[in-house]
């Protein structure tokens, strides 16, 4: 049966009132729901403090600030910190935030929560001196009501303690503190529950599509209170396109849920696809009276999708591959701390590359990412753990697994089921427990829960020992068996499991570093065997060719070949989309972060980026690597990734090194070059007409700098982004590939450097200063605006080098 579905996480508005309501209903005094931005304005104290929950504490000699915050990112790299080089080698610890607020006399008599998307980790949460509960998962989104305990109309205090001190605790680089968005939310005493709408589409064609829609309200007015519930569909032009509804509550309600459930019926619906992210938008009101008692907005994006065991992955009956990646939750050298314009730079690079997939390893995303994983068309598995009652970490989820793993799971599934763009959840990544008979008990419990929640999504685990022992697998209750790794496998997967479905959820884990490069090119060296002496390399760099793997893993290309070839094989995750901080393999200290990313840290494409792009997408791709800057006479392997011809043909200063044509399944093509400096060029062509044209220039000294920003309008809110590449040039225009120089950056107008980087995974600086060493040439500064709108200009200085300057306007 395929597995259709629904839509994005309701409530994402504050409920302001519609000046004229669809349906039938009249206007109010006063907005029935209210979402506000609770980010601002938090004093922070890194270290622990007795009794900084009380109202009367002296918290003005804290430090002032906005959320998200992340305050370990702000730390200093040591191998001695708990966290160790595998946790990013930067410090945890405990620390407290305080807000003093208001809420207005005016809200008496209504509810009002706090909300939080996320906090790492182990956090308890205080109003006016009362404790209001704890939540050791750091991933999770949670709530608590404040109302029995506000001062309507006076001073309120709220405390917040994180402890992040017992490490390790991660594989990766966790962060620390309220690193995601919080709300405050008010609502009348009836109203629709947290998470309250269930959206599905059970029934999808191109004449209609049916959507049901549940919905529980709750009341806790004290009294008898009936109303009626109702619902409209919009499409994304703002035209209504369907109504329901009208459904009256049961007499006699009174301190009790109220649930109830519609279908819609959409003529010609736009189906939501990869390519066309079509978002409609569901809004129910309660209506009490004449009176709008709440509304609450739910995205819909209709589309039906299915895994099948022997043809794959199916999206509104189109046959297609899922071409994902597993990304962390960090966002570079802005840490842990979420901000939506950098996922959506993140999202828009590996769209550009092909990409459609995102695996959320290993834990439950930002709200923000599943958002704009539905509005730019991303197919997503939401995954919910690393661990289950076994360590990976000495200190990590284990400990709290048996206590917490139903509510947890419970709350990711009602926060995120309304993602059109969520198509798979995952309850596990290489849990060790595949081999133990708890696996046995375990899975099916996890899978019921899910199930009992959302049955419309089929359920994985990732597993790196997918053999016939594997008792996850056996126990019967996932819908896709997932492997990591095991490449050679694929082909035998139905020898192995007759009848199942397959989907690799972690592939590859090939190394490179951006800018590096070895010779010769045409080996696979596998790290840590042996394949010359010492595997370590100068800067603990890796050589940028696609043929340094793990034991464990493949290169790209290799991974790419087998997975292309079979009908069955429904798509795959690769390790990973970005390098991240922390598990520094193939190295350990002084390395800090991973080398396993088709994009550097700083966000910058390593050249296997363009394997992918040349394989899929239909734009024209001709892409030539190494750099070409070598000493006299050196034999240098020169690839070239390219699509859409029949041949290229590489020339060295006017003289043809010879055409090449990919055959069998190659993709790639080589010429091993005696090294001479010049122009490096290559002539795509396709029947015998050029397709592209692709050079390169042997570079001369550093003599300028570059300044280009990704985006020269940013919003001043105090939150949007421009990133601004910064470029070590000859004084003929060309990157020199291996500059280091120091850079040094000054900004003017309404804005701050929210972080520098340059992508070297062994970079000690700080991400939090002004300046940035160039690394193979290039390096990254991140312009966050403030408030107020304006002209801002980032200059850039180099010793011997004239200064560089560029200029952003925020409105």
Same mark, same amino acid.
């Given at each position: 049966?395929?597995?259709?579905?629904?839509?994005?996480?309701?409530?994402?508005?504050?409920?302001?009132?519609?000046?004229?309501?669809?349906?039938?209903?009249?206007?109010?005094?006063?907005?029935?729901?209210?979402?506000?931005? #609770?980010?601002?304005?938090?004093?922070?104290?890194?270290?622990?403090?007795? /009794?900084?929950?009380?109202?009367?504490?002296?918290?003005?000699?804290?430090?002032?600030?906005?959320?998200?915050?992340?305050?370990?990112?702000?730390?200093?790299?040591?191998?001695?910190?708990?966290?160790?080089?595998?946790?990013?080698?930067?410090?945890?610890?405990?620390?407290? @935030?305080?807000?003093?607020?208001?809420?207005?006399?005016?809200?008496?008599?209504?509810?009002? @929560?706090?909300?939080?998307?996320?906090?790492?980790?182990?956090?308890?949460?205080?109003?006016?001196?009362?404790?209001?509960?704890?939540?050791?998962?750091?991933?999770?989104?949670?709530?608590?009501?404040?109302?029995?305990?506000?001062?309507?109309?006076?001073?309120?205090?709220? *405390?917040?303690?994180?402890?992040?001190?017992? %490490?390790?605790?991660?594989?990766?680089?966790?962060?620390?503190?309220?690193?995601?968005?919080?709300?405050?939310?008010?609502?009348?005493?009836?109203?629709?529950?947290?998470?309250?709408?269930?959206?599905?589409?059970?029934?999808?064609?191109? *004449?209609? *599509?049916?959507?049901?829609?549940?919905?529980?309200?709750?009341?806790?007015?004290?009294?008898?209170?009936?109303?009626?519930?109702?619902? &409209?569909?919009?499409?994304?032009?703002?035209?209504?396109?369907?109504?329901?509804?009208?459904?009256?509550?049961?007499?006699?309600?009174?301190?009790?849920?109220?649930?109830?459930?519609?279908?819609?019926?959409?003529?010609?619906? %736009?189906?939501?696809?990869?390519?066309?992210?079509?978002? @409609?938008?569901?809004?129910?009101?309660?209506? $009490?009276?004449?009176?709008?008692?709440?509304?609450?907005?739910?995205?819909?994006?209709?589309?039906?999708?299915?895994?099948?065991?022997?043809?794959?992955?199916?999206?509104?009956?189109?046959?297609?591959?899922?071409?994902?990646?597993?990304?962390?939750?960090?966002?570079?050298?802005?840490?842990?701390?979420?901000?939506?314009?950098?996922?959506?730079?993140?999202?828009?690079?590996?769209?550009?590359?092909?990409?459609?997939?995102?695996?959320?390893?290993? /834990?439950?995303?930002?709200?923000?990412?599943?958002?704009?994983?539905?509005?730019?068309?991303?197919?997503?598995?939401?995954?919910?753990?690393?661990?289950?009652?076994?360590?990976?970490?000495?200190?990590?989820?284990?400990?709290?697994?048996?206590?917490?793993? $139903?509510?947890?799971?419970?709350?990711?599934?009602?926060?995120?089921?309304?993602?059109?763009?969520?198509?798979?959840?995952?309850?596990?990544?290489?849990?060790?427990?595949?081999?133990?008979?708890? &696996?046995?008990?375990?899975?099916?419990?996890?899978?019921?829960?899910?199930?009992?929640?959302?049955?419309?999504?089929?359920?994985?685990?990732?597993?790196?020992?997918?053999?016939?022992?594997?008792?996850?697998?056996?126990?019967?209750?996932?819908?896709?068996?997932? @492997?990591?790794?095991?490449?050679?496998?694929?082909?035998?997967?139905?020898?192995?499991?007759?009848?199942?479905?397959?989907?690799?959820?972690?592939?590859?884990?090939?190394?490179?570093?951006?800018?590096?490069?070895?010779?010769?090119?045409?080996?696979?060296?596998?790290?840590?065997?042996?394949?010359?002496?010492? #595997?370590?390399?100068?800067?603990?760099?890796?050589?940028?060719?696609?043929?340094?793997?793990?034991?464990?893993?493949?290169?790209?290309?290799?991974?790419?070949?087998?997975?292309?070839?079979?009908?069955?094989?429904?798509?795959?995750?690769?390790?990973?989309?970005?390098?991240?901080?922390?598990?520094?393999?193939?190295?350990?200290?002084?390395?800090?972060?991973?080398?396993?990313?088709?994009?550097?840290?700083?966000?910058?494409?390593?050249?296997?980026?363009?394997?992918?792009?040349?394989?899929?997408?239909?734009?024209?791709?001709?892409?030539?690597?190494?750099?070409?800057?070598?000493? &006299?006479? $050196?034999?240098?392997?020169?690839?070239?990734?390219?699509?859409? &011809?029949?041949?290229?043909?590489? #020339?060295?200063?006017?003289?043809?090194?010879?055409?090449?044509?990919?055959?069998?399944?190659?993709?790639?093509?080589?010429?091993?070059?005696?090294?001479?400096?010049?122009?490096?060029?290559?002539?795509?062509?396709?029947?015998?007409?050029?397709?592209?044209?692709?050079?390169?220039?042997?570079?001369?000294?550093?003599?300028?700098?570059?300044?280009?920003?990704?985006?020269?309008?940013?919003?001043?809110?105090?939150?949007?982004?421009?990133?601004?590449?910064?470029?070590?040039?000859?004084?003929?225009?060309?990157?020199?590939?291996?500059?280091?120089?120091?850079?040094?950056?000054?900004? /003017?107008?309404?804005?701050?450097?929210?972080?520098?980087?340059?992508?070297?995974?062994?970079?000690?600086?700080?991400? $939090?200063?002004?300046?940035?060493?160039?690394?193979?040439?290039?390096?990254?500064?991140?312009?966050?605006?403030?408030?107020?709108?304006?002209?801002?200009?980032?200059?850039?200085?180099?010793?011997?080098?004239?200064?560089?300057?560029?200029?952003?306007?925020?409105?």
């Amino acid at each position: 049966m395929p597995f259709n579905k629904l839509s994005t996480n309701a409530g994402r508005l504050l409920g302001l009132l519609f000046i004229s309501i669809l349906l039938s209903s009249k206007g109010f005094a006063q907005p029935s729901r209210q979402k506000l931005d #609770f980010d601002k304005g938090w004093q922070f104290h890194l270290g622990d403090v007795k /009794n900084a929950q009380l109202k009367t504490t002296n918290d003005a000699a804290w430090r002032t600030l906005d959320l998200p915050h992340d305050w370990s990112i702000e730390g200093k790299f040591s191998k001695d910190n708990p966290a160790t080089p595998e946790g990013g080698a930067l410090p945890g610890g405990i620390g407290w @935030y305080r807000k003093t607020f208001t809420v207005p006399a005016a809200s008496k008599g209504k509810l009002v @929560y706090i909300d939080f998307d996320g906090v790492y980790q182990k956090s308890d949460v205080w109003i006016n001196g009362h404790h209001l509960g704890f939540r050791p998962n750091g991933y999770i989104s949670f709530r608590y009501q404040l109302t029995p305990y506000l001062n309507f109309g006076g001073k309120n205090v709220i *405390a917040i303690k994180v402890d992040n001190s017992v %490490q390790p605790n991660s594989r990766w680089y966790s962060g620390s503190g309220i690193y995601r968005n919080v709300w405050l939310v008010t609502t009348n005493k009836v109203a629709i529950d947290h998470w309250g709408t269930y959206v599905t589409t059970p029934q999808v064609s191109d *004449a209609s *599509a049916t959507v049901n829609l549940k919905v529980k309200v709750k009341n806790t007015a004290g009294a008898n209170e009936p109303f009626t519930i109702k619902t &409209a569909v919009y499409d994304a032009s703002g035209k209504v396109v369907a109504t329901g509804g009208n459904i009256p509550s049961n007499s006699n309600l009174k301190d009790t849920v109220f649930e109830s459930a519609t279908d819609l019926v959409i003529k010609t619906p %736009q189906l939501w696809s990869v390519e066309n992210p079509y978002l @409609y938008k569901i809004v129910t009101q309660v209506v $009490k009276g004449k009176s709008v008692v709440d509304e609450y907005t739910t995205p819909l994006g209709i589309r039906y999708f299915n895994f099948d065991a022997d043809k794959g992955f199916s999206l509104n009956g189109k046959p297609m591959k899922i071409l994902g990646v597993c990304n962390h939750h960090d966002l570079g050298s802005l840490g842990a701390a979420i901000n939506t314009r950098a996922l959506q730079r993140q999202l828009e690079i590996l769209k550009a590359m092909g990409c459609n997939g995102i695996r959320t390893s290993h /834990n439950p995303p930002a709200p923000e990412l599943l958002d704009l994983c539905d509005k730019m068309g991303f197919i997503v598995m939401d995954e919910a753990f690393d661990c289950w009652e076994w360590k990976k970490a000495k200190y990590d989820y284990h400990l709290f697994f048996k206590e917490w793993h $139903k509510r947890d799971l419970e709350d990711q599934i009602l926060r995120d089921r309304n993602h059109p763009s969520v198509m798979i959840w995952s309850i596990g990544n290489e849990i060790p427990q595949q081999s133990d008979t708890s &696996a046995l008990r375990i899975t099916p419990e996890l899978a019921g829960i899910v199930h009992s929640l959302d049955n419309t999504r089929p359920i994985t685990t990732a597993n790196n020992d997918p053999g016939k022992n594997n008792k996850i697998i056996s126990s019967g209750a996932i819908d896709l068996v997932g @492997y990591n790794y095991h490449e050679g496998e694929y082909a035998a997967f139905h020898d192995r499991y007759p009848g199942k479905k397959f989907i690799a959820t972690e592939t590859t884990s090939g190394l490179e570093t951006r800018g590096y490069y070895e010779m010769p090119s045409d080996s696979i060296r596998i790290w840590p065997e042996r394949w010359d002496k010492p #595997f370590v390399r100068p800067g603990n760099n890796v050589s940028a060719y696609d043929n340094v793997r793990p034991p464990w893993g493949s290169t790209h290309e290799a991974t790419w070949k087998v997975m292309k070839k079979h009908d069955f094989l429904s798509g795959m995750f690769i390790w990973t989309g970005f390098d991240y901080l922390g598990e520094p393999t193939p190295y350990s200290w002084p390395s800090r972060s991973s080398y396993f990313g088709i994009m550097d840290l700083a966000g910058f494409p390593k050249d296997v980026y363009y394997m992918y792009q040349s394989e899929w997408t239909n734009k024209p791709v001709l892409h030539i690597f190494p750099h070409w800057n070598w000493e &006299a006479g $050196k034999t240098v392997d020169v690839w070239a990734y390219y699509n859409n &011809a029949d041949e290229v043909e590489l #020339f060295l200063n006017g003289k043809s090194l010879g055409i090449k044509k990919k055959t069998g399944d190659d993709l790639h093509v080589m010429w091993r070059v005696k090294y001479e400096p010049g122009t490096l060029k290559a002539v795509s062509r396709k029947g015998g007409n050029v397709v592209l044209t692709s050079e390169l220039h042997t570079a001369g000294a550093p003599a300028k700098i570059e300044l280009l920003a990704d985006r020269k309008l940013i919003n001043a809110d105090g939150k949007d982004l421009s990133f601004v590449t910064v470029k070590i040039m000859d004084k003929d225009g060309n990157v020199v590939p291996n500059a280091e120089n120091l850079v040094n950056f000054k900004i /003017n107008g309404e804005a701050v450097i929210a972080s520098v980087d340059n992508g070297d995974p062994v970079s000690h600086d700080s991400f $939090k200063v002004n300046y940035r060493k160039a690394f193979h040439g290039l390096a990254l500064a991140i312009v966050k605006a403030k408030e107020k709108a304006g002209n801002i200009t980032i200059t850039a200085t180099s010793a011997g080098l004239p200064s560089a300057s560029i200029t952003i306007k925020s409105k």
